[in-house]
């Protein structure tokens, strides 16, 4: 079991606008479409944002989940993560709401606050059909706030339930707050450490940041931990193979990468898993299936969603 691989699939996110690729789902339609093709391509975990189905915008209200919840449910057995980033513009109180409510397996929570910069995207997208989107990209003032207190909320406020947490860590101050709730006993191992690269604000995308992310996991959680990568942008495929080469789970989807290659982008989330599962099925691993993710991860079960 410890060599199996979990993909798991971020289908949309808060970070690409739709005007930069077709392929973004936007609508409960397409969300719960793709993330039913890259359950079905492999991804044993789907983490779930919403947007606006008329001009893309993210939309952290439970009412804009409960249309591609109830489909995924019904269609899948997949585990269903939802975030509680929501987009870094959001205060902690709206971005819980939609796990509260739904009080799904997983849900992402972010290990502290950080400088967000998006606007190196206008380098190479230009046109916009819609206004928000230029004026979103361009903010330099966005600060992702995650402090203490606001860590503790969503603990406090999803562990009632059982929803268990992927510990989005953008740089290793992150994996030492995290340390810190670990001691308090506020959360509890197995820990699922979604260690982030290649965003600007965070840590970078080189080797040696994910050897140094994975050597400082390692001291500080030794084998209380799961551990995952997210590589923004072209980063995502080659860090998706250093972690499994190294014996560990990756994160794809397009809200981390428009990309399926050099100048290419993606025709869909699945396609994006495919290619993962290819490298880890290249290295002679075996891809998890959902129910072996919530057994590496002991995770409540899936009929547990509150839809």
Known sequence: MSRKVIITCAVTGAIHTPSMSAALPVTPEEIAEAAIGAADAGAAIVHLHARNPVNGQPDQTPEAFLPFLKVIKQRSNCVVNLTTGGAPTMQVAERVRPAATFKPEIASLNMGSMNFGLFGMLNRFKDFKHPWENAYLANKDILFRNTFADIEYVIATL??????????????????????????????????????????????????????????????????YVWSVLGAGRNQLPIAAMSAAMGGNVRVGLEDSLWAGPGRLAQSNAEQVRLARQIVEGLGLAVATPDEAREILDLKGGGTLAV
């Open 159 to 224: 562990s009632a339930a059982g929803t268990r947490f992927e510990f989005e860590c953008y740089d290793t101050a992150h994996l030492y707050n995290l340390a810190h709730f670990l001691e308090r006993g506020l959360v509890k191992a197995p820990l699922f450490v979604q260690t982030v690269f290649g965003l600007l604000g965070g840590i970078g995308a080189h080797p040696d940041d994910v050897m140094h992310m994975k050597r400082t996991a390692d001291r500080l959680f030794g084998n209380a």
